[in-house]
């Protein structure tokens, strides 16, 4: 534990400007070029449900009484299922969440309905029982309303890659619109589409390389990422254990925050969650005084791929923040630059592990004629119901663990270890695990700030079309979204314009990243 | 440039830090943001090139794909057309980890091969708790029966699989002829 005299906590005064104060000097960027969006909040959200269609697909169930022009009875999209009279959740009308509705991303087990995690594979699973976060945001009065789609079992950067077709961006196509249908990003695709659509007060995704940010960024919404550890794993799906964090979409801050705080909580079903001792030993940067900041602005992000659009954004906002009193510095953090090539080597290797049991025997898809063996009928399940790009990362992260190819995971943990490392480096607050480097000099940083997206959210046609002759092309864009998902690090993507800013804060410190994400969008 | 930093470890002796991540001078206006972002050192895409050479070096073939198939619980009969893809497939994605490799600091030295070194974000391993003696132990498994939980399947008739899998009434498992 660490004692308060060996670190200095720099005082803080209160907040003297707003961005808000600050957009309105001649000085400011043209008003158009930014877009504080802000929930309406002249008709009840319920209203809004019931008369929106989800023209995006951005939902694989949805429960009665979301829409009027959805049959009742019909709660999942194009079957015949019956839906679940079975309620098996704690609700009240006394909560902090009461008057809101969510969706939660189809990976998150609830027993209402299937979750699918948009597989085949699991098509037909229903989970005897109701994920942590699920129960714990029932419990504060929030209604669930459905169920959002996503690349199949969270492997992907776009919600294309599902069964039940793909999810479409609702910042760029309208009812009766002749536009070219874009891409939502994922893998928490339909979670941040059924947002932006205002089909849902706030929805939960998971984030396991920057499948809630990247969403978010792409559909001009809130994304927010906690710190590793914090919220519940216990009923998501896994894809890479290590990594997977449940996040919070919406459209309003402050409605983040309060779904954040419900949802930080100790959950001893879940063996990755903080326990409660090392959550009070978390040294954090003081919510009532975050004026002066130091904002560092990481060289690595600075790569040509960026486009202008996208870097401008990226200009204004830190000039701004600097109008505003706080300092802005450039880091460096080498790492970066293998980050990209560690994470996709663990999250292979994870998922290789993770899916291995899904073998259509105890429960999920299998094929109607048993043929042969055993392992005949395993092969026959898996082959027919995993989807392409869920093939193809099975293969990949089992080729890497075998010793065929080399000690290639153990070469990424060991770049992971030397990124956090580099991250505490630059941090003013220490590690709340890894704290063993520390580095008495001051005048670091207190927040990170970046773009979240290198451009703006391809066609649905181009997207597949390139990564048809390249899959790789697919994992570009997660280089500013996936070092914070090694470190474990908090970090938010807020809407500016159509593209997202990524803010960045130390381990643990998520209270920092929400207050100054509040006074920008305030 | 690498800065040395200290580390005071209470009554012990100083012990020198190496640095690799470093923390530059304010950006005073816009315009030094601007300088700043307009001079990117790489590209993403360095990273996803096609690299003949190196897609040359690394040996990928038939047996192997049918070996990681088979790992991986797939369908080992694939077509000829569908074995080039995953032999492309599988030599781009080791190209790119390539670049896990490529370490320009050349003072850093590899620790020493070994079997057990891992990292993870879970606070076990970095902050262990007090250890488990016999007596602590003895404890929980007194207290286990109370301590069970319905939602993960730990007590008799909490869920049974035929509610998971409705479709299938039974369950039954198949062996294999045997002799």
């Known amino acids: 534990m660490l004692r308060s005299s060996r670190i200095q906590i720099r005082p803080r005064c209160a907040i003297k400007t707003t961005f808000k104060q600050v957009s309105s000097d001649p000085c400011f960027a043209p008003a158009s070029f930014f877009s504080l969006k802000r929930l309406s909040t002249t008709r009840s959200h319920y209203e809004q449900l019931d008369s929106t269609k989800d023209i995006w697909n951005s939902l694989i169930s949805k429960r009665s009484g979301l829409s009027k022009t959805i049959e009742d009875t019909n709660h999942r999209i194009g079957s015949n299922a019956e839906p679940s009279n079975k309620e098996n959740v704690t609700t009240t009308s006394n909560g902090s969440l009461v008057n809101t509705s969510f969706v939660v991303k189809d990976n998150i087990t609830t027993t209402q309905e299937e979750t699918t995690s948009a597989s085949q594979m699991l098509s037909n699973y229903k989970s005897p029982f109701n994920a942590t976060v699920v129960s714990l945001l029932s419990a504060e009065g929030s209604k669930l309303v459905g169920k959002a789609n996503l690349d199949e079992l969270g492997m992907g950067s776009s919600s294309t890659n599902t069964f039940y077709g793909p999810v479409i961006n609702p910042l760029y196509y309208k009812e009766n619109d002749d536009n070219t249908k874009h891409i939502a990003g994922g893998s928490s695709g339909g979670s941040a589409a059924a947002v932006a659509a205002k089909l849902a007060t706030f929805s939960l995704g998971t984030d396991t390389g920057g499948s809630v940010r990247l969403p978010a960024s792409y559909c001009g919404v809130i994304g927010f990422k906690p710190t590793y550890g914090r919220i519940s794993r216990w009923g998501v799906v896994p894809y890479a254990q290590t990594l997977d964090t449940v996040g919070v979409l919406s459209e309003d801050i402050n409605i983040v925050e309060k779904v954040y705080r419900v949802l930080n909580q100790y959950d001893s079903k879940d063996p990755t969650s903080l326990p409660e001792n090392t959550r009070q030993e978390i040294i954090t940067t003081k919510t009532s005084d975050l004026s002066f900041l130091t904002i560092g602005l990481p060289e690595e992000f600075i790569i040509e791929d960026l486009s202008e659009e996208v870097k401008e954004i990226w200009v204004s906002v830190l000039a701004n923040l600097q109008k505003m009193g706080h300092k802005v510095k450039t880091v460096s953090i080498p790492s970066i630059r293998h980050s990209l090539s560690a994470y996709y080597t663990l999250v292979t290797a994870e998922a290789a592990s993770n899916l291995s049991r899904y073998d259509g025997v105890r429960y999920g898809y299998s094929v109607d004629d048993i043929q042969g063996s055993a392992h005949d009928m395993i092969v026959a399940n898996r082959t027919k119901a995993f989807g392409a790009e869920v093939q193809r990362r099975i293969l990949l992260g089992n080729y890497t663990l075998s010793s065929d190819s080399g000690d290639h995971y153990k070469k990424a943990t060991q770049v992971r270890e030397r990124l956090v490392k580099e991250f505490n480096q630059v941090f003013n607050l220490p590690h709340a695990l890894v704290a063993d480097d520390i580095d008495l000099s001051t005048g670091k940083c207190d927040i990170l700030l970046s773009p979240t997206s290198i451009g703006s959210p391809p066609p649905i046609e181009e997207y597949l079309q390139q990564t048809e002759e390249n899959f790789l092309n697919a994992y570009i864009n997660d280089i500013l979204t996936v070092p914070a998902s090694l470190a474990g690090l908090p970090a938010i993507s807020l809407p500016f314009g159509n593209h997202g800013i990524q803010i960045m804060g130390q381990f643990g410190d998520d209270d920092t990243v929400l207050a100054l994400s509040k006074s920008l969008l305030d | ?179």
């Open chain 2, 1 to 179: 440039m690498r800065i040395v930093a200290i580390r005071r470890l209470g009554n012990c002796s100083k012990v020198p830090l190496q640095k690799f991540s470093r923390v530059g001078s304010v950006l005073q206006s816009e315009s030094d943001i601007r300088n700043v972002l307009n001079a990117p050192s790489w590209t993403v895409k360095e990273l996803i090139q096609d690299n003949q050479q190196a897609m040359e070096e690394i040996h990928v073939d038939s047996g192997t794909i049918r070996k990681m198939l088979k790992l991986s619980g797939l369908e080992t009969n694939v077509t000829p057309e569908q074995e080039k893809k995953l032999v492309q497939a599988l030599k781009s994605q080791m190209v790119f980890i390539q670049h896990l490799y490529r370490d320009n600091d050349t003072d850093r030295k590899d620790k020493e091969e070994n079997n057990d070194s891992h990292f993870r974000l879970i606070a076990s391993d970095h902050k262990p708790g007090e250890p488990l003696t016999l007596k602590s132990l003895m404890e929980q498994i007194k207290e286990l029966p109370q301590q069970v939980d319905p939602e993960k399947g730990e007590t008799e008739g909490s869920f049974s699989l035929q509610d998971l899998d409705p479709k299938h009434k039974s369950f039954v498992t198949i062996l294999s002829n045997r002799g």
